[in-house]
Protein backbone atom coordinates (compact mmCIF):
# COMPACT_ATOMS: atom_id res chain seq x y z
CA UNK A 1 0.00 0.00 0.00
CA UNK A 2 2.71 2.52 1.01
CA UNK A 3 4.32 1.56 -2.39
CA UNK A 4 1.33 2.12 -4.35
CA UNK A 5 0.76 5.64 -2.89
CA UNK A 6 4.89 6.38 -3.88
CA UNK A 7 4.29 5.51 -6.60
CA UNK A 8 1.33 7.69 -7.37
CA UNK A 9 2.57 10.31 -5.63
CA UNK A 10 5.89 10.20 -7.80
CA UNK A 11 4.11 9.70 -11.26
CA UNK A 12 3.52 13.20 -12.04
CA UNK A 13 6.57 14.72 -11.02
CA UNK A 14 8.51 11.83 -13.54
CA UNK A 15 5.85 12.77 -16.02
CA UNK A 16 6.48 15.98 -15.94
CA UNK A 17 10.10 15.73 -16.05
CA UNK A 18 9.98 13.39 -18.99
CA UNK A 19 7.72 15.49 -20.88
CA UNK A 20 10.04 18.75 -20.12
CA UNK A 21 12.92 17.21 -21.24
CA UNK A 22 11.25 15.97 -24.76
CA UNK A 23 9.95 19.85 -25.27
CA UNK A 24 13.66 21.11 -24.60
CA UNK A 25 15.34 18.23 -27.20
CA UNK A 26 12.96 18.94 -29.53
CA UNK A 27 13.45 22.44 -29.00
CA UNK A 28 18.02 22.25 -29.26
CA UNK A 29 17.31 20.68 -32.43
CA UNK A 30 19.68 22.19 -34.84
CA UNK A 31 18.14 22.50 -38.59
CA UNK A 32 21.57 22.00 -40.75
CA UNK A 33 21.13 22.94 -44.61
CA UNK A 34 22.42 20.48 -46.69
CA UNK A 35 22.23 20.35 -50.47
CA UNK A 36 21.11 16.97 -51.18
CA UNK A 37 18.88 17.56 -54.14
CA UNK A 38 20.17 19.15 -56.70
CA UNK A 39 18.43 21.81 -58.70
CA UNK A 40 15.77 20.57 -61.79
CA UNK A 41 17.12 22.04 -65.14
CA UNK A 42 13.10 22.30 -66.08
CA UNK A 43 11.14 25.11 -64.78
CA UNK A 44 7.42 25.56 -64.40
CA UNK A 45 5.77 29.08 -64.39
CA UNK A 46 4.25 30.32 -61.17
CA UNK A 47 1.83 33.23 -60.72
CA UNK A 48 1.82 35.73 -58.40
CA UNK A 49 -1.68 37.32 -58.85
CA UNK A 50 -0.83 39.60 -55.91
CA UNK A 51 1.91 41.07 -57.95
CA UNK A 52 0.78 40.93 -60.76
CA UNK A 53 3.52 38.80 -62.15
CA UNK A 54 4.49 35.38 -63.05
CA UNK A 55 7.85 33.83 -62.56
CA UNK A 56 9.77 30.67 -63.70
CA UNK A 57 11.03 28.49 -60.99
CA UNK A 58 12.98 25.08 -61.04
CA UNK A 59 10.21 22.22 -61.34
CA UNK A 60 11.47 20.94 -57.67
CA UNK A 61 11.24 24.36 -56.31
CA UNK A 62 8.79 25.82 -53.77
CA UNK A 63 6.78 29.42 -53.00
CA UNK A 64 5.77 30.18 -49.77
CA UNK A 65 3.82 33.57 -48.55
CA UNK A 66 5.68 35.31 -45.67
CA UNK A 67 3.84 36.79 -42.82
CA UNK A 68 5.24 40.10 -44.54
CA UNK A 69 3.30 39.29 -47.66
CA UNK A 70 6.28 38.81 -49.61
CA UNK A 71 7.23 35.27 -51.42
CA UNK A 72 10.08 33.18 -50.74
CA UNK A 73 11.41 30.70 -53.84
CA UNK A 74 12.70 28.12 -51.88
CA UNK A 75 14.94 25.36 -52.62
CA UNK A 76 14.14 21.78 -51.41
CA UNK A 77 16.87 21.53 -49.24
CA UNK A 78 15.61 24.76 -47.64
CA UNK A 79 12.31 23.60 -47.59
CA UNK A 80 13.52 20.99 -45.26
CA UNK A 81 14.98 23.42 -43.16
CA UNK A 82 12.11 25.55 -42.93
CA UNK A 83 10.20 22.79 -42.08
CA UNK A 84 12.60 21.89 -39.11
CA UNK A 85 11.95 25.50 -37.98
CA UNK A 86 8.38 24.98 -37.85
CA UNK A 87 8.77 21.84 -35.68
CA UNK A 88 10.35 23.81 -33.03
CA UNK A 89 13.99 23.65 -34.71
CA UNK A 90 17.41 26.00 -34.72
CA UNK A 91 17.77 27.47 -37.78
CA UNK A 92 21.19 26.31 -39.49
CA UNK A 93 23.36 28.27 -41.61
CA UNK A 94 24.47 28.50 -44.80
CA UNK A 95 21.18 28.72 -46.97
CA UNK A 96 19.94 30.30 -50.23
CA UNK A 97 17.27 32.61 -50.31
CA UNK A 98 14.93 34.56 -53.09
CA UNK A 99 12.73 36.78 -51.62
CA UNK A 100 10.22 39.07 -53.84
CA UNK A 101 8.08 41.39 -52.55
CA UNK A 102 5.79 44.56 -53.85
CA UNK A 103 6.87 47.99 -52.23
CA UNK A 104 5.07 51.49 -52.40
CA UNK A 105 7.10 53.77 -54.71
CA UNK A 106 8.46 56.87 -52.73
CA UNK A 107 7.91 60.05 -55.28
CA UNK A 108 10.73 61.78 -52.82
CA UNK A 109 13.57 60.16 -54.06
CA UNK A 110 15.05 59.05 -57.08
CA UNK A 111 14.75 55.08 -58.28
CA UNK A 112 18.31 54.77 -57.38
CA UNK A 113 17.79 56.23 -53.74
CA UNK A 114 15.12 54.21 -53.00
CA UNK A 115 16.21 50.95 -54.28
CA UNK A 116 19.98 51.88 -51.61
CA UNK A 117 17.75 52.80 -49.28
CA UNK A 118 15.37 49.88 -49.37
CA UNK A 119 18.49 47.49 -49.71
CA UNK A 120 19.14 48.12 -46.05
CA UNK A 121 23.25 48.73 -46.25
CA UNK A 122 25.01 50.86 -48.36
CA UNK A 123 26.54 48.63 -51.20
CA UNK A 124 29.50 48.04 -52.38
CA UNK A 125 28.01 48.78 -56.42
CA UNK A 126 25.14 50.21 -57.57
CA UNK A 127 24.05 49.02 -61.18
CA UNK A 128 21.32 49.99 -63.21
CA UNK A 129 19.78 46.41 -64.33
CA UNK A 130 16.80 46.64 -67.95
CA UNK A 131 15.52 43.74 -69.62
CA UNK A 132 12.01 43.64 -71.57
CA UNK A 133 10.20 43.87 -68.49
CA UNK A 134 12.12 45.37 -65.81
CA UNK A 135 13.87 48.22 -65.20
CA UNK A 136 15.72 49.32 -62.14
CA UNK A 137 18.78 49.26 -59.82
CA UNK A 138 20.59 46.13 -58.61
CA UNK A 139 22.37 46.57 -55.19
CA UNK A 140 25.45 44.72 -54.33
CA UNK A 141 26.53 44.10 -50.95
CA UNK A 142 30.02 44.78 -49.80
CA UNK A 143 30.74 41.07 -48.75
CA UNK A 144 29.03 39.92 -52.53
CA UNK A 145 26.69 37.52 -50.22
CA UNK A 146 23.42 39.49 -50.51
CA UNK A 147 21.80 41.11 -53.92
CA UNK A 148 19.03 43.35 -53.89
CA UNK A 149 16.89 44.51 -57.15
CA UNK A 150 14.24 47.52 -56.95
CA UNK A 151 12.62 48.53 -60.16
CA UNK A 152 9.66 49.55 -62.22
CA UNK A 153 7.31 46.06 -63.91
CA UNK A 154 6.15 47.12 -66.96
CA UNK A 155 2.32 47.46 -66.13
CA UNK A 156 2.73 47.77 -62.30
CA UNK A 157 2.20 50.78 -59.72
CA UNK A 158 4.51 49.29 -57.40
CA UNK A 159 7.74 48.46 -57.53
CA UNK A 160 9.06 44.92 -57.49
CA UNK A 161 11.92 44.03 -54.59
CA UNK A 162 13.88 41.06 -55.25
CA UNK A 163 16.36 39.87 -52.40
CA UNK A 164 18.58 37.27 -53.05
CA UNK A 165 21.06 35.89 -50.36
CA UNK A 166 23.72 33.43 -48.75
CA UNK A 167 26.13 33.34 -46.35
CA UNK A 168 28.09 32.29 -49.17
CA UNK A 169 29.90 34.14 -52.05
CA UNK A 170 27.23 35.30 -54.79
CA UNK A 171 28.17 36.67 -58.42
CA UNK A 172 25.57 38.95 -60.16
CA UNK A 173 24.13 35.74 -62.64
CA UNK A 174 22.33 34.98 -59.64
CA UNK A 175 19.60 37.85 -59.71
CA UNK A 176 19.88 38.86 -63.01
CA UNK A 177 19.06 35.10 -63.84
CA UNK A 178 15.98 35.01 -61.82
CA UNK A 179 15.38 38.75 -63.20
CA UNK A 180 15.30 37.20 -66.55
CA UNK A 181 12.09 34.92 -65.71
CA UNK A 182 9.88 37.37 -64.02
CA UNK A 183 7.09 39.00 -66.77
CA UNK A 184 3.52 40.74 -66.05
CA UNK A 185 1.16 38.70 -66.05
CA UNK A 186 -0.32 39.43 -69.05
CA UNK A 187 2.59 38.96 -71.12
CA UNK A 188 3.17 35.31 -73.07
Not at 6 to 21: C, G, N, Q, R, V
Not at 94 to 105: A, K, P
Amino acid sequence: MKTRALFLLLLPTTLSSILISSVKAQFYSRCNYEITERRSSSFREVVLERFGIKVDIPENYRTMLRQDGSVEILHPDVFKVVQCVARGGIGGSGSYREILSMVNRNSSLSLRQQAIQSAGYRGSHVMEYKNSHLSGHIIVSDGGYTYHFLGNVTGQNKLLKVDIGCDCTLDVEAITSLLSRIRPLNTL
